[in-house]
């Protein structure tokens, strides 16, 4: 009797967490596609980024990071804030990546257009069509060089580059980046993976040399590091009560601290080695770079939960 109790158990709590990963990922999905039509020159990113936040609110559902905007050779961690005054130019190259989580489970997705034109669709494709080959291979002991393997060849036959120093990511409960990675290039890896697992899939192709370095640095958040401090205790208390361990903005405490309190919190934060602020990560200036991502739950049959 026990033992039955307990695969109940363990049963129910997995299917409660799927339904919740398949909410998170579903609602992902539409501001996913709703900050892509908000996506016109002469915008203002700003009003794209909070335009989308709110729909995910509105929806019930809470940001797993701030809606980050990277346009041209800026690949990840890119976010326009309140006080950004960049519009969308014709020709841009913009990635959209959306984050959303339901009682922490995530669901994590994104992808590339061009404003105005089609000037970098063979390379838009690219990370797309790696990102339907990566899909297919995610079943439980397919390797992760495998998987990396297909990414790498379909970016290439395109006549691209893969960005080898970003990847995906396993994504656990609270935890945007919990582990294992799903490379964007044959690694030599021999781990394969495990029935259950969720990964947030994330093809990058380039023209440039497929590498990435840190810019200036982001207006992208995240607690590394609890210590007691004197200075900054209740901006601190409320960061780890509403975020916890996810990526955030600034931005997100308008309105709840004063802008003293936030802007000197920050600063001693900063300085304690207490919370992180993420650079922009950018390839060289003349590239582009283009993404795809879905968030995926690895079984005989692939669920992609990021998916409307």
């Not at 495998?146 to 970016?155: C, F, L, P, S």
């Not at 290439?156 to 990511?169: D, E, K, T």
């Not at 960061?239 to 004063?258: A, M, Q, T, V």
């Not at 802008?259 to 207490?274: H, S, V």
Request: with cysteine; hydrophobic share 40%.
């Amino acid at each position: 009797m026990l033992k039955d109790r307990f695969k109940y158990i363990v049963a129910r709590k997995f299917f409660m967490s799927l339904q919740d990963y398949k909410k998170a990922g579903k609602i992902a999905a539409e501001a996913l596609q709703f900050g892509k039509k908000l996506i016109k020159e002469g915008v203002l990113l700003r009003e794209v980024t909070r335009k989308t936040e709110d729909f995910v609110y509105k929806q019930g559902a809470r940001l797993a990071f701030p809606v980050q905007i990277s346009l041209n050779n800026k690949a990840a961690h890119c976010y326009s804030g309140n006080e950004s005054e960049e519009k969308f130019k014709s020709g841009d190259l913009v990635k959209l990546d959306v984050g959303v989580h339901v009682n922490g489970f995530i669901g994590d997705n994104a992808l590339s257009l061009n404003v105005g034109n089609d000037r970098d669709i063979e390379l838009i494709r690219a990370s797309k069509d790696a990102l339907k080959e990566a899909i297919d291979l995610m079943r439980p002991e397919v390797k992760l060089r495998e998987i990396g393997r297909a990414i790498e060849e379909v970016i290439v036959g395109y006549g691209f580059n893969p960005i080898r120093n970003l990847s995906g990511h396993e994504v656990e409960k609270w935890n945007l980046h919990a582990g294992m990675i799903i490379p964007n290039y044959d690694n030599k890896s021999e781990v394969e993976l495990e029935e259950g697992q969720v990964f947030a899939v994330e093809p990058f192709a380039t023209t440039g040399i497929g590498k990435v370095n840190e810019g200036k640095p982001s207006g992208v958040y995240k607690i590394q590091e609890m210590k007691n401090v004197r200075v900054g205790r209740e901006l601190l208390k409320y960061i780890y009560d509403n975020y916890r361990e996810s990526p955030f903005s600034k931005d997100w405490l308008n309105g709840k601290f004063d802008e003293f309190k936030i802007n000197n919190g920050f600063r001693i934060l900063e300085q304690q080695g207490i919370i992180h602020r993420y650079p922009e990560l950018v390839e060289n200036e003349k590239a582009k770079v283009s993404q795809a991502e879905h968030t995926v739950m690895v079984t005989d049959k692939p669920i992609v939960l990021t998916k409307i």
